[in-house]
């Protein structure tokens, strides 16, 4: 009996390895999104193209919690934000894709960490988010957004000192990827629910069947 029991076990793990091994490595759009090709001030280079950047903005080779990364920051011009833009190309309309990346405080003694501060926009959606969203206590945070491409090619923006505010931020490890989707064959875990429950009615109709017969 405990045989056929780690036999069950052994099959299961079997299983869940054939299972995570099908799920494909998600290739990154994104072009030097960690930053490590060095990117010219307020101009186009190593897969990027930025402006409204100050001297204290800008590529660097290392700071804060990161190598190489980028910093966006305008000493809280209120007309403009730092800005850093890509165009990504390579995107199949009507699929869904999700943009990541490092964000950490820079300076974090100007702006108001309430404030909607950082942005990410994608084609014409835009998505802000406060200091205290993407940088929690100034220290090393993350942002995270999804979306659905309407284009083959849309242009990602990242911006600091939104809305007049003067909070910025160093940035690093870039991604837009394809969002995972579940694989062909696989059920979803709701319709999965939904499966154990018209079994469970089934087996309560077949019940009273019999108690009624
Ligand atoms: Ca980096
Ligand atoms: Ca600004
Ligand atoms: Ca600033």
Redesign the pocket.
């Known amino acids: 009996m405990f045989k056929g029991l780690r036999l069950k076990a052994t099959l299961a793990v079997a299983g869940a390895v054939v299972l995570f091994s099908f799920a494909p490595a998600q290739a990154n759009l994104i072009v030097n999104g960690d930053f490590t090709t060095p990117v010219p001030f307020n101009s186009t280079g190593g897969g990027w193209t930025n402006f409204n950047n100050d001297g204290a903005g800008g590529w660097r080779s290392s700071g804060g919690s990161f190598d190489e990364h980028f910093i966006l920051?305008q000493?809280?011009q209120a007309g403009t934000d730092p800005t850093i833009q890509q165009l990504v190309t390579g995107l199949v309309i009507g699929t869904g894709y999700v943009i990541t990346g490092d964000v950490e405080s820079f300076?974090s003694g100007?702006?108001n960490p309430a404030a909607l501060s950082f942005g990410v926009e994608i084609g014409s959606m835009l998505t802000e988010f406060t200091r205290n969203q993407v940088s929690p206590g100034n220290g090393l945070g993350s942002f995270s957004v999804n979306f659905i491409a309407n284009a083959t090619s849309m242009l990602l923006a990242l911006t600091g000192?939104r809305n007049g505010d003067?909070?910025?931020y160093r940035i690093d490890n870039i991604s837009l990827v394809r969002a995972q989707q579940p694989g062909p064959g696989i059920p979803e875990p709701a319709s999965l629910a939904i499966f154990a429950l018209g079994l469970a009615g089934l087996g309560c109709a077949v019940r009273k069947r019999r108690r009624s017969a």
């Open positions: 920051n000493a809280g300076a100007f702006g000192e003067d909070s910025s």
